[in-house]
């Protein structure tokens, strides 16, 4: 029944490391999103998809790579982790449309990098 | 430029006792702003968004375009409305996305 899923839910990897975290949502959204929540607890966008097309790519290195393969899921792929790479990654999900549609987020998967 | 500022990093209050999470934001354009809430451990949800202007837990969050304030207020603090709290402002016409805040942690003592 959960809306918006994220695997896995903590991730503790090396420096160097290629890893993904997935995304899916049942609620029949068209767009996507990646947030990155940092130690201060600050959140800051870093992609959104609608119906599998890239529309926000934020200033972000080049190492992270979103994935879309179809409209409910959306993965995000980072390479060559670092250590500031390490936070809460946030996905959410929304209806297109509508002036005032609300965001649905995922429970966040914490990356840890060693 | 689009900015949202919550100038409290911590606030604290007794139960019982009014609070108010400040938000002031910068946009040219007519904005969109809402109040999301993170209790602990549990994932960020909408509290409210000011074109409803309704009361959520409590919670009323008035618009001041003159001000460029949204904050967010509660005549009467609950233990249970300990979390963190976002103001977010939607950037329109830019696949919907959310600039938020820094964040205000409300903790309410018993």
């Known amino acids: 029944d959960t809306a918006v899923s994220q695997t896995p839910k903590y991730l503790v990897t090396q420096m160097g490391n290629d890893k993904s975290i997935k995304c899916e949502q049942n609620?029949?959204?068209?767009?996507m999103y990646w947030y990155k929540q940092d130690s201060k607890k600050f959140l800051k966008i870093m992609f959104s998809?609608?119906?599998?097309?890239?529309?926000i790519n934020e200033t972000v290195p080049n190492r992270f790579s979103p994935k879309s393969p179809d409209k409910a899921h959306l993965n995000l792929h980072i390479n060559s982790l670092e250590l500031g790479d390490s936070a809460v990654y946030f996905c959410?999900?929304?209806?297109?449309?509508?002036?005032?549609?609300?965001?649905?987020f995922g429970p966040g998967t914490r990356l840890t990098v060693l | 430029a689009q900015r949202v500022t919550q100038p409290e990093k911590l606030l604290s209050v007794f139960k019982g006792a009014p609070v108010e999470l400040k938000c002031n934001y910068s946009?040219?354009?007519?904005?969109?702003l809402f109040w999301y809430v993170q209790y602990s451990r549990q994932r960020l949800q909408l509290l409210l968004r000011h074109i409803s202007r309704e009361s959520i837990k409590g919670f009323t969050a008035d618009l001041n375009k003159g001000e460029t304030s949204f904050h967010l207020k509660k005549p009467f603090a609950q233990e249970e409305d300990s979390a963190m709290y976002y103001c977010a402002l939607r950037v329109y016409n830019q696949g919907g996305k959310l600039i938020f805040g820094q964040g205000t942690e409300l903790s309410v003592k018993p």
């Open positions: 959410a999900s929304s209806p297109l449309g509508g002036q005032y549609n609300e965001q649905f």
């Open positions: 946009y040219s354009g007519s904005p969109e």
């Open positions: 998809y609608n119906n599998k097309e890239l529309i």
């Open positions: 609620l029949g959204h068209d767009t």
